[in-house]
């Protein structure tokens, strides 16, 4: 019995193209993924981009961080108002005058900061810093046509006159809208310890420096159920003191906060926790007189009478508070 063996024999072309395939193979094995795709500007990126005078926001934050004065600059320092939220170029229109001017708004975990530009000194001036818990916002159109109306949203406030701020685009504008709202629900529902508040920190004013300091956060604080012009149309804010006051209607002590200005007598309560600051009413000083009624030694005690006003016993806490308060009111 024969074996028959059966042999390929492989031509040469044949070799060849085998070898010319396994190696094209080989390489489209060995060849390296093509690179990703560029990745979109991270937002650290973004922040870097110039905003202002040739500098970026982190820049212009760290600027209003810094020690370096802004000028006209009025209260605590910035970084005191805690993180910034937000911030952009945007133009605040004058709704008399109908002109815009440039300005570098800043919002912070609970209040607004306003600042206007001074491109020749590369400068920001202070124009104000509001409370979010006050404030009220809403997207307004200054244009009949509202295809053609720019980008824009008022804020208003009891205390101050309304704003109405001209976004660059309507992206800006809706971010600004999202951030004010979120801070502001945030700032009126978030439980403050008094150790946080500036306002426990100052009372009892019974210190130099602690009046000066209370007569600022006035300025700038939330007062509710407030009545009448903002506080910052009623002139210099002279006296401040801690009084407690009795009248007619009602019985016992009730703790005031007795603030001086050029035409009025301002009343106003503070919380338990010293946390809030209420609107109890408003005398005119022309109105009203003051009259020393008590005879004993170490009352510090004098009554407020006026043809529409009914009388006030007013108990003051410190001889130095009585003497002012005699010495302003008995002026004609």
């Given at each position: 019995?024969?074996?028959?063996?059966?042999?390929?024999?492989?031509?040469?072309?044949?070799?060849?193209?085998?070898?010319?395939?396994?190696?094209?193979?080989?390489?489209?094995?060995?060849?390296?993924?093509?690179?990703?795709?560029?990745?979109?500007?991270?937002?650290?990126?973004?922040?870097?981009?110039?905003?202002?005078?040739?500098?970026?926001?982190?820049?212009?934050?760290?600027?209003?961080?810094?020690?370096?004065?802004?000028?006209?600059?009025?209260?605590?320092?910035?970084?005191?108002?805690?993180?910034?939220?937000?911030?952009?170029?945007?133009?605040?229109?004058?709704?008399?005058?109908?002109?815009?001017?440039?300005?570098?708004?800043?919002?912070?975990?609970?209040?607004?900061?306003?600042?206007?530009?001074?491109?020749?000194?590369?400068?920001?001036?202070?124009?104000?810093?509001?409370?979010?818990?006050?404030?009220?916002?809403?997207?307004?159109?200054?244009?009949?046509?509202?295809?053609?109306?720019?980008?824009?949203?008022?804020?208003?406030?009891?205390?101050?006159?309304?704003?109405?701020?001209?976004?660059?685009?309507?992206?800006?504008?809706?971010?600004?809208?999202?951030?004010?709202?979120?801070?502001?629900?945030?700032?009126?529902?978030?439980?403050m310890s008094p150790s946080h508040c500036a306002l426990s920190c100052l009372l009892p004013c019974d210190e130099q420096w602690k009046r000066e300091e209370l007569k600022k956060y006035l300025l700038q604080a939330p007062i509710w159920q407030w009545e009448g012009s903002p506080i910052q149309h009623m002139g210099q804010l002279g006296y401040i003191s801690i009084v407690h006051i009795i009248n007619t209607q009602?019985?016992?002590?009730?703790?005031?906060?007795?603030?001086?200005?050029?035409?009025?007598?301002?009343?106003?309560?503070?919380?338990?926790?010293?946390?809030?600051?209420?609107?109890?009413?408003?005398?005119?000083?022309?109105?009203?007189?003051?009259?020393?009624?008590?005879?004993?030694?170490?009352?510090?005690?004098?009554?407020?009478?006026?043809?529409?006003?009914?009388?006030?016993?007013?108990?003051?806490?410190?001889?130095?508070?009585?003497?002012?308060?005699?010495?302003?009111?008995?002026?004609?």
């Amino acid at each position: 019995m024969k074996c028959v063996c059966l042999f390929r024999v492989w031509s040469l072309g044949e070799t060849r193209l085998q070898l010319s395939v396994r190696t094209s193979r080989d390489e489209q094995q060995q060849q390296p993924p093509p690179p990703p795709p560029p990745p979109y500007p991270s937002i650290r990126r973004l922040e870097q981009e110039v905003v202002l005078w040739g500098k970026s926001k982190d820049e212009l934050h760290h600027r209003i961080y810094s020690q370096q004065p802004i000028r006209d600059w009025e209260g605590q320092p910035a970084h005191m108002y805690g993180e910034i939220i937000h911030s952009s170029l945007i133009s605040l229109y004058n709704s008399y005058t109908q002109e815009t001017s440039e300005h570098f708004l800043v919002l912070f975990s609970f209040h607004l900061l306003i600042l206007s530009l001074d491109h020749s000194r590369q400068d920001f001036i202070y124009e104000g810093i509001l409370p979010l818990s006050g404030l009220s916002l809403q997207a307004v159109s200054l244009d009949p046509d509202t295809s053609h109306s720019p980008h824009v949203f008022e804020i208003s406030s009891p205390m101050v006159d309304s704003k109405v701020f001209i976004c660059a685009s309507a992206a800006e504008l809706q971010k600004w809208m999202q951030h004010i709202e979120d801070r502001r629900y945030k700032s009126m529902t978030q439980s403050m310890s008094p150790s946080h508040c500036a306002l426990s920190c100052l009372l009892p004013c019974d210190e130099q420096w602690k009046r000066e300091e209370l007569k600022k956060y006035l300025l700038q604080a939330p007062i509710w159920q407030w009545e009448g012009s903002p506080i910052q149309h009623m002139g210099q804010l002279g006296y401040i003191s801690i009084v407690h006051i009795i009248n007619t209607q009602r019985q016992g002590l009730q703790e005031r906060l007795m603030v001086l200005f050029p035409q009025d007598v301002l009343l106003l309560s503070v919380d338990n926790n010293r946390l809030n600051i209420s609107f109890e009413g408003r005398l005119p000083r022309h109105s009203i007189k003051a009259v020393e009624r008590s005879a004993l030694p170490g009352r510090l005690e004098f009554e407020l009478i006026g043809e529409l006003v009914e009388p006030l016993q007013v108990f003051c806490t410190c001889l130095e508070d009585y003497r002012n308060w005699i010495f302003q009111l008995q002026q004609v």
